[in-house]
């Protein structure tokens, strides 16, 4: 069913739950920034409370860590590896920016070819 999961932000508790659900499932942590603008010590500060849950929860877990725009990556990670399933959260733009700028979660999930979880 879920057994290869990728996690691109939001919505962390969710992805725990699922990926317990299926025996030798695994949660791929896609963590997209430009890493021009931010020191490698900090981006890893960033992710220590995410990787100490998936490590309480016992679950299994890659980190994948990406250079540029959010959307561009997390759908070409996605669709060049096989997934059986995204979770991404819904962040929180206005239906005015949504419409005009298209968030980060509509661009993903009208791109990615697997099933999509968008987290509120």
Request: contains cysteine; positive net charge; hydrophobic residues 40%.
């Amino acid at each position: 069913m879920y057994k290869n999961i990728l996690w691109a932000a939001d919505g962390l508790e969710h992805a725990i739950r699922i990926a317990k659900l299926v025996p030798d499932s695994r949660v791929e942590i896609i963590y997209v920034k430009d890493f021009s603008k931010a020191k490698k010590r900090e981006r890893c500060k960033k992710l220590d409370p995410v990787i100490k849950k998936f490590d309480q929860a016992d679950v299994q877990y890659d980190l994948i860590m990406k250079h540029g725009e959010p959307g561009p990556a997390i759908v070409s990670y996605t669709n060049e590896n096989q997934f059986d399933m995204l979770i991404v959260g819904s962040r929180g733009l206005n239906s005015l920016q949504e419409m005009v700028l298209g968030s980060v979660s509509h661009k993903v999930a009208k791109r990615a070819n697997c099933p999509v979880l968008i987290v509120k």
